[in-house]
């Protein structure tokens, strides 16, 4: 069965730093999206990517946060400058249709 | 505003016993219904989805939901629990308009004892 993959499983970083994480989605899906749980809490929505742009953004998906397909097969979401509590379990997930999103194994994002 | 409630934090059954998580959901339009397991350092994994039709939907597992609209509810099945079955269950509504946006609860965390 086809699956969503995530590199890296961890990453560990100091504040300030730039991070890229990356997804493939499976490949014949048209919607992608990015998805966060900070430990404890509640999975949150951070964005939507369709037809190459930005369809859907939360509040937390502030100018720190960009997005990019930057070939057909992967999707990165970059944090340019962490903090401490962009800490996190990162989820990126893919969509044939818009409802029925299947998602990765997560990246956990630790910044120190 | 959208939202998703699962009253029980954590629950614990023998297995073979049945099992039913609850979920509520707040929604005013038809809602996108989704249920997802997330095993231990795993992702989300989708268990079965409602958006029309039949209400009593069937998922992979054996596990089963039903959508009750005049409660607001979601709850999902099993008639008999393995301990594989051990692990985070979320419930997650969606716009029927957009689809773009998932609520998810806060998860019900399953241990199934032998």
């Known amino acids: 069965e086809p699956e969503v993959t995530q590199t890296p499983s961890h990453q560990v970083t100091q504040m300030g730093q730039e991070v890229i994480l990356r997804c493939v989605p499976i490949?014949?899906?048209?919607?992608f999206y990015w998805y966060r749980q900070i430990l404890g809490q509640k999975v949150e929505f951070l964005v939507s990517?369709?037809?190459?742009?930005?369809?859907?953004k939360s509040e937390i998906f502030d100018d720190q946060f960009s997005v990019e397909r930057p070939d057909g097969s992967n999707f990165t979401l970059k944090i340019r400058s962490t903090k401490l509590e962009d800490s996190a379990m990162y989820f990126c997930?893919?969509?044939?249709?818009?409802?029925?999103?299947?998602f990765g194994p997560g990246t956990r994002l630790t910044v120190l | 505003a959208q939202s998703v409630t699962q009253p029980d934090i954590h629950i614990t059954v023998s297995e073979g016993a049945s099992l039913e998580l609850r979920c509520n959901y707040s929604?005013?339009?038809?809602?996108?219904l989704f249920w997802y397991v997330q095993s231990p350092g795993q992702g989300l994994q989708l268990l079965l989805k409602?958006?029309?039709?039949?209400?009593l939907v069937q998922g992979i597992k054996g596990f089963e939901a039903e959508f009750k609209r005049s409660q607001s509810s979601f709850n999902l099945r099993k008639p008999s629990v393995h301990w594989s079955d051990a692990a985070e269950y979320f419930c997650?509504?969606?716009?029927?308009?957009?689809?773009?946006?998932?609520?998810f609860g806060t998860g019900t965390s399953l241990t199934v004892i032998p």
């Open positions: 997650a509504v969606a716009s029927s308009n957009t689809g773009n946006q998932f609520y």
């Open positions: 997930a893919s969509s044939e249709e818009a409802q029925a999103k299947y």
């Open positions: 490949s014949n899906h048209l919607y």
């Open positions: 929604y005013g339009a038809t809602p996108y």
């Open positions: 409602y958006f029309s039709g039949d209400t």
């Open positions: 990517f369709y037809n190459n742009e930005i369809s859907e």
